[in-house]
C-alpha cells in the first residue's frame, strides 16, 4: 500500500491550497479515507474523513473553510483548504485503515505565513 500526498507549500493567510493523495495498492473504492495534521510537540489530529460512498466530516477547526474530496477513477483524495490561517499550518497526512491495519502517507508540509 502506497499513499503519496503532494500539494503542500507556503501560503499567505486567507489563501487557499489543494492536497492530493494518490494511492495504490488497494482497491481505494472501497476505503474511506482521512486527512490528518500534526504540528511539532502536539498530536496528530484528524481533519477530515471521507467515507467509501462520499460522506464526509471535518474537525471543528476546519469546517466551512476546508473540503474532503475523492476521484475513484483516479484512486485519489483531496483536500481543498480556503481561507487559510496561520494555525493551519502543519504537515499533512493522508491515511486510511482496513481492519487492524493503519496506512499513512509521508506528508506535505504547509505553511501559512505572511
Known amino acids: 500500500v502506497q499513499l503519496v500526498e503532494s500539494g503542500g507549500g507556503l501560503v499567505q493567510p486567507g489563501g487557499s491550497l489543494r492536497l492530493s493523495c494518490a494511492a495504490s495498492g488497494i482497491i481505494f473504492s472501497m476505503y474511506a479515507m482521512d486527512w490528518s495534521r500534526q504540528t511539532p510537540g502536539k498530536q496528530r489530529e484528524l481533519v477530515a474523513h471521507?467515507?467509501?460512498?462520499?460522506?464526509?466530516n471535518y474537525a471543528d477547526a476546519v469546517k466551512g473553510r476546508f473540503t474532503i474530496s475523492r476521484d475513484n477513477t483516479r484512486d485519489t483524495v483531496y483536500l481543498q483548504m480556503n481561507s487559510l490561517k496561520p494555525e493551519d499550518t502543519a504537515v499533512y497526512y493522508c491515511?486510511?485503515?482496513?481492519?487492524?491495519?493503519?496506512?499513512w502517507g509521508q506528508g506535505t508540509q504547509v505553511t501559512v505565513s505572511s
Open positions: 471521507i467515507t467509501n460512498g462520499g460522506s464526509t
Open positions: 491515511n486510511t485503515s482496513w481492519g487492524v491495519d493503519t496506512y
